[in-house]
């Protein structure tokens, strides 16, 4: 549970105790098995996350662990994506990607995370994707049981800090 507290509110154990701090896990999945070939250059879902938050805060949204791309044929560019939805709707391969949540390579373990700022508090709706961006093969996003598992999470990374700006 996300909880909020407000000024003035008086804190109990139990309002703490179930509170979601900075730092924290808010959400988590793992697949230990290989996402389904694809040819589409929109790609197809592989693992849906929901994702409680409150606005104003930031998470990191992402794998874990880093995606391994595959194909058939090595010289494919496979994607992997992250998709979203605010509305309550599940998402797709075809919903808005999550700012920074996009990464291709061919053929190779990439790295997919982003931070997100919430404007609103509810369930963010996740979906990570694979997609064969350029070639002729299938691609897909592999994992197995023995140490190559797809680990995506969302952690709580509390209120933002000022102090950026563009150069």
Request: proline share 5%.
């Amino acid at each position: 549970m996300v909880y909020a507290f407000s000024a003035g509110q008086k804190l109990t154990a139990s309002a703490l105790n179930s509170a979601t701090m900075p730092g924290n896990l808010v959400a988590l999945h793992v697949r230990s098995s290989t996402s389904t070939p694809t040819t589409s250059g929109v790609g197809v879902g592989v693992i849906y996350l929901d994702i409680p938050v409150v606005s104003g805060r930031v998470y990191w949204v992402g794998l874990v662990t880093p995606a391994h791309h595959d194909s058939t044929v090595t010289t494919d560019n496979v994607m992997s994506k992250i998709t979203y939805t605010l509305n309550g709707s599940t998402p797709t391969a075809s919903s808005a990607i999550l700012d920074g949540a996009q990464v291709y390579s061919l053929s190779v373990p990439v790295p997919l995370g982003t931070i997100y700022q919430a404007t609103f508090t509810g369930t963010l709706k996740t979906l990570l994707c694979i997609a064969r961006a350029m070639g002729s093969g299938s691609a897909r996003l592999y994992a197995d049981a023995v140490g190559r598992s797809m680990v995506m999470a969302a952690f709580d990374l509390g209120l933002p800090a000022s102090g950026g700006s563009n150069a």
